[in-house]
């Protein structure tokens, strides 16, 4: 029982240090020279698209996360379980239970990037300096140079 704790703990901590609270601001063009404020006129979260890509969905299944995932989730488990017990039974859970968990987290990484969806990746320079990236899966009229409005992960043509 103390091995799978562990184990669900170091899982938890590897997790929590790949999530981010960012939504996908950078820098950006212009930062640090002191005018931030968006030209009259115009709205906080709005700015230039400078750049669109095309991207296509694989049309089959990535394993890739789910595979890395289990081996690191296996190699963590059995150096947890080598260090904390004697039974080779044990072991043998620990480092199935690790390969799972790991498994399902990086199936879960994998999803949460967005690796296999289709659409569009519109760059947006913001008018405080700022420039973002927001994926949606049509243009709706928006084109490189358009002005948009930022929203709710999604950009809108002004």
Do not use: F
């Not at 960012?22 to 212009?30: A, E, H, I, K, L």
């Not at 404020?37 to 906080?44: D, E």
């Not at 750049?51 to 296509?56: G, N, V």
């Not at 990535?62 to 059995?78: E, H, M, Q, T």
């Amino acid at each position: 029982m103390r091995i799978l704790t562990c184990a669900a703990t170091t899982a938890a901590l590897a997790l929590a240090g790949c999530a981010s609270t960012s939504p996908g601001y950078g820098p950006g063009y212009g930062s640090g020279y002191g005018n931030t404020a968006p030209p009259a006129g115009r709205c906080s979260d709005c700015g230039t698209v400078v750049a669109i890509e095309t991207s296509a969905a694989g049309g089959g299944t990535n394993v890739v996360g789910p595979v890395l995932g289990g081996i690191v989730g296996a190699v963590a488990a059995k150096e947890l379980a080598r260090k904390n017990t004697d039974s080779e039974g044990r072991r043998n859970v620990a480092i199935a239970a690790g390969a799972a968990g790991g498994a399902v987290a990086g199936n879960a990484i994998q999803n949460r990037t967005g690796a296999n969806r289709s659409g569009y990746t519109i760059h947006v320079r913001m008018d405080d300096g700022r420039t973002t990236a927001v994926h949606q899966a049509d243009l709706d009229g928006i084109r490189e140079g358009s002005y948009v409005r930022v929203q709710n992960g999604r950009a809108w043509a002004y």
